[in-house]
């Protein structure tokens, strides 16, 4: 079956440096790739998408990359700060159904 | 982007009783999706809302447990029904993009049930 995995640890780095978060899926060959941010409690919010035959997106800080012979996407955040404390989603778009595969996320804390 | 509305944000339930779900979208879409998040979970799709027919249900989950409204193109209702602890999760409403590819959530409606 479709399987989505995040780093299950959570990831602490100081403010400033950049922050990479590694999403891993197997059986499957996505067309999409996205990645979500979701802060306790709040619903995800959209952050990036990445199509199968794009390698690299940028938006702002934010930077993620979609290797599809490692089935991997690292998502990078550059100048990282506090406020980017939250937890971070990765889905895949499976299928002609439309539905979304989501893994279960990693957590990040920026410290001060 | 489309703008969602949930009510109620938050909510603690007694054992056994039912609760609505109210979810509003600020444009017409076809399809509005229920999703699940529990404690330490990922999020894990309930159904599909479709307007004018019934909605579409994920393995495990049953129209009795969770029935679905979609009365118009902007709004749809989830209500768990006779809630067990096992209940108390974040259930999220969400559509997709007008090009398709990216689906948007409201702030989830937060439930404990006791």
């Known amino acids: ?112 | 982007s489309a703008v969602i509305s949930q009510k109620p944000s938050r909510d603690i339930c007694q054992r056994g009783t039912s609760l609505t779900i109210q979810c509003q979208v600020d444009s017409q879409v076809t399809m509005m999706f229920w999703y699940r998040q529990q404690p330490g979970q990922s999020l894990t799709l309930i159904a599909t809302a479709n307007q004018g027919s019934e909605a579409t249900y994920e393995s495990g989950f049953v129209i009795d447990k969770f029935p679905i409204s979609r009365p118009n193109l902007t709004f749809s209702t989830l209500t768990v029904s006779n809630m067990s602890p096992e209940d108390s999760s974040i259930y999220l409403c969400s559509v997709f993009s007008g090009a398709g590819n990216t689906i948007y959530f409201g702030e989830g409606s937060w439930l404990t049930v006791v």
């Open chain 1, 1 to 112: 079956s479709q399987k989505i995995e995040q780093n299950s640890e959570a990831l602490n780095i100081q403010e400033g440096k950049t922050a990479t978060l590694t999403c891993n899926y197997t059986n499957y060959s996505p067309a999409y790739l996205q990645w979500y941010r979701q802060d306790p409690g709040r619903g995800p919010v959209f952050l990036l998408l990445i199509r199968e035959n794009e390698k690299e997106k940028r938006k702002e800080r934010l930077k993620v990359t979609f290797d599809t012979t490692l089935k991997q996407s690292l998502f990078h955040i550059t100048a990282s700060q506090p406020a980017d404390s939250a937890t971070y989603l990765c889905a895949l778009l499976a299928g002609n159904n439309r539905k979304l595969i989501w893994g279960l996320g990693t957590s990040l804390a920026v410290n001060p």
